[in-house]
Nanobody, 124 residues
């Protein structure tokens, strides 16, 4: 069975950086994609970034492009999200997700597997 476990969240000041990790297990196929989503209190869950596990194709939310970088380490079965120049509006629970697909996916309802989330808090 597929399991995704996020880590690396915490408290950081405005302008600081964090790197989130997502350890994946049980992914039996090469044709799948992984993504990061986030959800702030009282708001809908929103797309952050996605990457194809095999060909490294990436796509970012327009508002985050240039500050966030998604990457993966196939040997370690681990997904990363490097977050720079953090703002208070970045405060949210960040979720790792995966889906079997030959193409990258950006919609929440296209993902099948989800982690439990990790809290990121950016102080002003």
């Amino acid at each position: 069975q597929v399991q995704l476990v996020e880590s690396g969240g915490g408290l950081v000041q405005t302008g600081g950086s964090l790197r989130l990790s997502c350890a994946a297990s049980g992914l039996s196929f090469s044709n799948y994609v992984m993504g990061w989503f986030r959800q702030a209190p009282g708001k809908e869950r929103e797309f952050v970034a996605t990457i194809h596990w095999s060909d490294s194709t990436t796509y970012y939310a327009d508002s985050l492009k240039g500050r966030f970088t998604i990457s993966r380490d196939n040997a370690k079965n681990t997904l990363y999200l490097q977050m720079n120049s953090l703002k208070p509006d970045d405060t949210a629970v960040y979720y790792c997700a995966a889906v079997f697909s030959r193409l990258i996916r950006t919609r929440q309802n296209e993902y099948t597997y989800w982690g439990q989330g990790t809290q990121v808090t950016v102080s002003s």
